[in-house]
């Protein structure tokens, strides 16, 4: 997924001829710290609440009044990746997006990079979660992913963390059953260390259930 492809429809720039009170107005209404100010495409950089804040009259122009304008941004084609890196490492709210011809587009905000993370990582699928602790010479994504289907299931993302200082890699997999118990079993038999495992409880109950009560009315008939 693309920068372009994750416009908020609700951020709306703010124009050097804005006052700083409807900048603190619409900060707060859209719940962020940052907005982008804008003439057009032309694109003049962020502003920050606690800059405005700081603003002798609220009344005037931000445009007159010397704010420090944060010159950073993403071009619109940056892959989501990059999008939350720059969010992380400039602690943004929001990030703005420009074009080639650095003419503004719109902005992300971290509300839309989250909803865009948990669509491409497979979160809002049922399933379970699966981390495991590797050497970085034990990991091999294809034959851990084949331990998987030989339990009828499928991975569905996977993230590869490291800690500072260590050799080992934290392997976390969304799983496409609820029941994780064989595929955790299997993986142990492979010598993999299952570090922590977790599942929807409440839809796998919801499973459960209809199973149990299947199974009572065939023995009812």
Not at 99 to 115: F, N, P, V
Not at 131 to 153: F, G, H, K
Request: net charge negative; hydrophobic share 40%; glycine share 4%.
């Amino acid at each position: 997924m693309r920068a372009k492809d994750m416009l908020s429809k609700m951020v709306m720039p703010l124009k050097p001829s804005d006052s700083g009170s409807l900048a603190v107005s619409w900060m707060e209404d859209m719940g962020v710290t940052h907005l982008p100010v804008a003439d057009k495409d032309h694109f003049y950089g962020l502003v920050k609440n606690t800059d405005i804040y700081s603003l002798q009259d609220l009344d005037e122009n931000i445009g007159t009044q010397k704010l420090p304008f944060m010159r950073t941004y993403v071009y619109h084609d940056v892959h989501m990746y990059d999008v939350l890196r720059h969010a992380a490492a400039e602690d943004l709210s929001l990030v703005p997006v420009l074009d080639y011809h650095d003419h503004y587009m719109g902005s992300i905000t971290t509300h839309e990079l989250t909803k865009a993370m948990a669509n491409f990582t497979s979160i809002s699928q049922p399933g379970g979660i699966i981390v495991l602790e590797v050497s970085a010479q034990q990991y091999a994504l294809s034959e851990i992913a084949r331990i998987i289907e030989s339990n009828d299931a499928k991975v569905l993302s996977a993230t590869v963390t490291s800690a500072e200082n260590s050799s080992l890699l934290e392997i976390t997999l969304k799983i496409s059953v609820m029941d994780l118990s064989s595929v955790i079993q299997t993986l142990n038999r492979y010598d993999y260390i299952v570090k922590a495992s977790f599942t929807e409880e409440s839809q796998y109950d919801s499973l459960l259930n209809e199973r149990y009560e299947s199974l009572m009315k065939f023995l009812d008939t």
